[in-house]
């Protein structure tokens, strides 16, 4: 437990001497919040990965109710992003998704059944029962 927060404490330090590139917005966590459990979670597996530091979190067209969360490692934010830091996470959404994302908590749980990373959408007026996937 030591070392994950060992860990933890260090991405967040990293996370606030990070400057903006240009052309990427400052977002803060009213559009998206990360939990420290799924912080801590996403800060071993970018050091595990080695993909890049930042979770690029989109919103897509798909799933059972018609849009679906799309999560991955980025090198870079590209033109026009908004990077939000939360829980030690550099979390990447393009203007779009930020549309649906408003409000939305990343949270993860390690359990053996229903576990993983699971997304809390106040914006959502149905969702699949899965988690992955949503409607407006």
């Known amino acids: 437990m030591v070392a994950a ?16 590139p240009e052309g990427v917005r ?5 559009l998206v ?8 979670k996403l800060s071993a597996l970018t050091e595990r990965e080695q993909k890049g530091d930042y979770l ?9 109710n018609g849009l679906s969360y799309k999560m991955k490692f980025v090198a870079a934010p590209k033109r026009g992003d908004i990077l ?6 550099l979390i990447l959404v393009d203007t779009k998704s930020a549309l649906y994302l408003k409000g939305t908590e990343l949270d993860y749980s390690d359990k053996m059944v229903g576990g993983g990373f699971k ?5 959502a007026k149905s969702s699949c ?5 949503f409607s407006i």
């Open 5 to 20: 927060v060992s860990i933890l404490t260090s991405a967040i330090f990293m996370v606030e001497a990070l400057e903006i």
């Open 26 to 30: 400052e977002g803060n966590e009213k």
């Open 33 to 40: 919040l990360v939990t420290p459990a799924a912080g801590a």
């Open 56 to 64: 690029r979190v989109k919103i897509t067209g798909g799933g059972c």
């Open 84 to 89: 939000v830091r939360s829980s030690g996470a």
């Open 119 to 123: 997304f809390s959408n106040p914006n």
């Open 129 to 133: 029962s899965c988690g992955e996937s």
